[in-house]
């Protein structure tokens, strides 16, 4: 199936096979003993249907990240978007100009030493390592490399630990008061985000034709996109939901009859950085005091739904949560 021979112009032992396809290729080595382990691995491949091309892998990783693209076709527009701002800010920058076939775990811990060095988050290094993954998993499906150099214990425990930060939330008389201070144009969409947990692209994307008699339909999200606001798909399938209205708002959103149920002052679909910069800090420092961030409203739902006694199942559907282990690894400590 293989055999040894010298090459015809550098006189060096090289082996000489044909691929299931019927090619024939050819590989020279310095010594014999390297070209007869050479020439054994590539008859057991042959023989148990694993053979590879051992020149497969030369290609450059950043030529196979433009065939496979760079994130997955059922991801959002702004997580695509994302996705390729991480793969060209850090991934490519590093491993780009390398042949897949040469990296090695080592190479991994290298880089995630790098981005710790950077002061990147844990949660931010296991989402480049993710993306960085796919890359050698997609080629080892196309049978150009063995292994994933991602997949192993050494790079895993590389990933910096977690710092455990506490999550702020109010109190139902800390929300009031947060809503008083802020615009009264936005009284309503603090108290809803407070006592729903609804995401901030979840709320400014819902409109007057997703109530359905005293509750609400979410069903999609606004996002940011190259500077653009884009109403896009939620983020996840569980995303979808209907959340019932509290009682004290019902009145406010029968009154909405078309269009964004939550707008600027101008009547426009609201726009996070300048509601988050004008009017939402502004309140925060006059009411509760800082820190505190427009996403800690969907902590302080969750924390004002078990002092009602919810349960658990119940505020993970609220939350729009994958399943109920998410609710529980994030807000265990609550619970």
């Excluded at 506490?166 to 009264?184: F, G, H, M, P, V």
């Amino acid at each position: 199936m293989a055999a040894i021979r010298l090459h015809p112009v550098t006189k060096k032992p090289s082996v000489y096979w044909y691929e299931p396809n019927g090619k024939k290729r050819q590989k020279t080595f310095h010594t014999k003993t390297d070209a007869t382990k050479f020439k054994k691995i590539i008859e057991a491949e042959i023989l148990t249907n694993k053979y590879i091309s051992p020149f497969a892998g030369q290609t450059l990783i950043q030529d196979w990240l433009e065939v496979i693209g760079y994130s997955k076709t059922s991801n959002r527009e702004s997580t695509k978007i994302q996705h390729e701002q991480l793969h060209n800010k850090l991934i490519l920058p590093y491993f780009g100009h390398r042949r897949l076939d040469v990296i090695k775990p080592t190479d991994v811990v290298d880089f995630l030493f790098r981005l710790q060095q950077l002061n990147y988050s844990s949660e931010s290094q296991r989402k480049v390592l993710n993306l960085l993954s796919r890359i050698f998993a997609t080629a080892i499906e196309e049978d150009m490399i063995y292994k994933n150099p991602c997949k192993t214990s050494i790079v895993r425990q590389s990933i910096s630990p977690p710092v455990y930060k506490e999550q702020r939330y109010l109190s139902r008389d800390e929300l009031t008061k947060l809503s008083l201070a802020i615009n009264e144009h936005f009284r309503e969409l603090i108290i809803f985000a407070g006592l729903t947990g609804l995401r901030k692209g979840e709320l400014f994307a819902l409109d007057a034709s997703d109530i359905k008699d005293e509750s609400i339909i979410v069903s999609k999200s606004l996002s940011l996109i190259r500077g653009e606001s884009v109403i896009t798909q939620p983020k996840t399938v569980k995303s979808v939901r209907s959340v019932e209205i509290p009682t004290e708002l019902r009145s406010f959103f029968t009154s909405r009859k078309e269009g964004p149920i939550f707008t600027s002052l101008q009547g426009n679909r609201i726009q996070a950085n300048n509601f988050r910069n004008r009017y939402f800090i502004p309140a925060v420092k006059t009411s509760i005091g800082e820190p505190f961030r427009f996403h800690d409203l969907r902590h302080t739902a969750v924390a004002l739904a078990i002092k009602e006694n919810k349960h658990p199942f119940e505020i993970s559907k609220m939350l729009g949560h994958t399943s109920i282990k998410t609710t529980f690894d994030v807000y265990g400590h609550l619970l």
